[in-house]
């Protein structure tokens, strides 16, 4: 098992176009969240699901955002009419079934956005 | 709701000296307490982590941290840095009763000079 993997690594855009980032969690780990890391400020929340159901969205998650995770697998984030606001690195992470009161979230390298 | 500050935005430090970074937080319910690195074009890995017991924990690469409820600190501390360690570290909480997000301070950039 390679870890979670995230792609592309680097995206640039021009302003107004839509994109989509694509996560795999590590095998067998029901949970994946997403998180938006700007220039010099620690990760934020956006969502997660357990399985296929998204449980929890953040506020930061405008109707521009949408994510997905159809058969409790990879997930996808699109961003819709991007903007130069929305420049920033996206982080993804995975944890295993809830087996006690904690389990540990394993990130990817993250996915660098670029908006022109 | 939860927050956490990192009191040090840089930290500038000497190979072989020793480094404290600072991380404060605040919450309303019992949390986790983390510790992650993050290097240069790469995701975030956990350094340590307080989860209950002794308030002082060990993690990798000769980090350790100590937990004081009484203050609501969690410092990080290295006795002896070598130049690997220039990284960004990021202190985070999460609270017990829930299974989702991590809160993190805005990161501590740790440059070590030879």
């Known amino acids: 098992d390679t870890g979670v993997s995230q792609n592309p690594r680097h995206k640039i855009t021009k302003r107004g176009q839509n994109v989509t980032f694509r996560c795999d969690p590590i095998?067998?780990?029901?949970?994946l969240y997403w998180y938006r890391q700007t220039l010099g400020q620690g990760p934020e929340f956006l969502t997660y699901f357990q399985n296929e159901a998204q449980l929890e969205k953040s506020r930061l998650l405008s109707d521009r955002f949408s994510a997905e995770r159809p058969k409790g697998s990879f997930s996808t984030l699109e961003i819709q009419r991007t903007e130069q606001g929305d420049s920033a690195m996206y982080l993804c992470a995975s944890s295993p079934p809830l087996a006690a009161s904690y389990n540990e979230q394993f990130f990817g390298p993250g996915t660098r956005l670029t908006v022109l | 709701a939860q927050s956490v500050t990192q009191l040090d935005s840089q930290v500038p430090v000497f190979e072989e000296a020793p480094v404290e970074l600072r991380c404060n937080y605040s919450s309303s319910v019992s949390v986790y307490l983390f510790w992650y690195v993050q290097y240069p074009n790469q995701g975030l890995q956990l350094l340590l982590k307080y989860l209950s017991g002794s308030t002082l924990v060990k993690g990798i690469n000769g980090f350790e941290a100590e937990f004081n409820k009484s203050q609501t600190s969690f410092h990080l501390r290295k006795p002896s840095v070598h130049i690997s360690d220039t990284a960004e570290y990021f202190c985070a909480v999460r609270p017990y009763s829930s299974a989702s997000k991590i809160i993190f301070g805005s990161g501590t950039r740790l440059s070590i000079r030879p």
């Open positions: 095998s067998e780990h029901n949970r």
